[in-house]
T-cell receptor
Framework: GAGVSQSPSNKVTEKGKDVELRCDPI?????LYWYRQSLGQGLEFLIY????????KSGLPSDRFSAERTGGSVSTLTIQRTQQEDSAVYLC??????????FGPGTRLTVT | AQSVSQHNHHVILSEAASLELGCNYS??????LFWYVQYPGQHLQLLLK??????LVKGIKGFEAEFIKSKFSFNLRKPSVQWSDTAEYFC??????????????FGRGTQLTVWP
């Protein structure tokens, strides 16, 4: 079946611009996670959605970062006023029951 | 704060050599343990996982890992590596709070290079 998909695969943006990254989880998966992967920081947790519960936003690095999940399915991660340190690969994962997380291919964000 | 430590940043082996990658975590409660692999140009894939039961778990491609609770460790092993095992390996932990399992805590990763 289809896996987790993310778009765009690559995004180059100028410092100060806003960007939106999209994640389509596996159908039926109630849990959705955002992580980012960068050379200096490894894999960092950003935010987690589980069903209709309030999201766990404890990993968001600043108030420039936000995410929403509409209809319990698609999620959008928004970064406002991008900075060069935001350059990273943003990974989305989904899980059916909170156990195994299935990862998407990621969006490579480059802030110039 | 919870943390996951991977002791080796880069491991270089010849084909047929044995592999052991170390992973330690710092959390005293019930945990679930994972090893993920990222092949060049590909996304993260689950290699194996431990939730409960037999502490020796077997995964795909001949990999196995042993959970030693007293040492807070979950080392990854393979008796004989192949060139195709060249990849980055990540140990990860999530905290078992019953119905809510939540985020993964990742180690910094170990780059494995296997020479033919």
């Amino acid at each position: 079946g289809a896996g987790v998909s993310q778009s765009p695969s690559n995004k180059v943006t100028e410092k100060g611009k806003d960007v939106e990254l999209r994640c389509d989880p596996i159908s039926g998966h109630t849990a959705l996670y955002w992580y980012r992967q960068s050379l200096g920081q490894g894999l960092e947790f950003l935010i987690y959605f589980q069903g209709n519960s309030a999201p766990d936003k404890s990993g968001l690095p600043s108030d420039r970062f936000s995410a929403e999940r509409t209809g319990g399915s698609v999620s959008t991660l928004t970064i406002q006023r991008t900075q060069q340190e935001d350059s990273a690969v943003y990974l989305c994962a989904s899980s059916k029951d909170g156990s195994e997380q299935y990862f998407g291919p990621g969006t490579r964000l480059t802030v110039t | 704060a919870q943390s996951v430590s991977q002791h080796n940043h880069h491991v270089i082996l010849s084909e047929a050599a044995s592999l052991e990658l170390g992973c330690n975590y710092s959390y005293g409660g019930t945990v679930n343990l994972f090893w993920y692999v990222q092949y060049p140009g590909q996304h993260l894939q689950l290699l194996l996982k431990y939730f409960s039961g037999d502490p020796l778990v077997k995964g795909i491609k001949g990999f196995e890992a042993e959970f030693i609770k007293s040492k807070f460790s979950f080392n990854l092993r393979k008796p004989s590596v192949q060139w195709s095992d060249t990849a980055e390996y990540f140990c990860a932990v999530n905290l078992d709070r019953g119905s809510t399992l939540g985020r993964l805590y990742f180690g910094r990763g170990t780059q494995l290079t296997v020479w033919p």
